[in-house]
């Protein structure tokens, strides 16, 4: 591998690397503001509601709560991953086409 190589390589990596960080960052504050925005309907409603009361136990709660944040984890997550790895390929043909234009 040359140098040049090496460090296109390294680049790769390295925005690799930060399209996962920025992924799990934004995942988790959606999954925090999806938990809240969950908890408080669901805990107020198995309080209010007789048919909720009767069926919706402790564990039912948790399980509604917890699958709403975690499906807001993933799919923020998917959809940062997805404008990263865009943003990155358009970032690759921008330099591809100024290595066509400016050889040196």
Same mark, same amino acid.
């Given at each position: 591998? /040359?140098? /040049?190589?090496?460090? @296109? ?23 925090? #503001? ?5 908890? %408080? ?7 209010? %509601?007789?048919?909720?009361?009767a069926n919706l ?6 399980? #509604?709560?917890? /699958? #709403?944040?975690?499906?807001?984890? +993933? %799919?923020?997550?998917?959809?940062? #991953? ?7 390929? +358009?970032?690759? @043909?921008?330099?591809? @086409? ?5 050889? +040196?």
């Amino acid at each position: 591998m /040359t140098d /040049t190589d090496q460090r @296109q390589a390294d680049m790769k990596i390295l925005r690799a690397k930060q399209c996962s960080n920025e992924a799990v960052k934004a995942g988790a504050k959606a999954a925090a #503001i999806a938990c809240v925005a969950s908890a %408080i309907p669901t805990l107020l409603g198995a309080r209010a %509601i007789p048919w909720a009361r009767a069926n919706l136990n402790h564990a039912a709660q948790a399980l #509604i709560i917890s /699958t #709403i944040s975690g499906s807001a984890y +993933f %799919i923020v997550a998917d959809k940062t #991953i997805l404008r990263s790895a865009r943003r990155n390929s +358009f970032h690759e @043909q921008m330099e591809n @086409q100024s290595a066509e234009y400016w050889p +040196f």
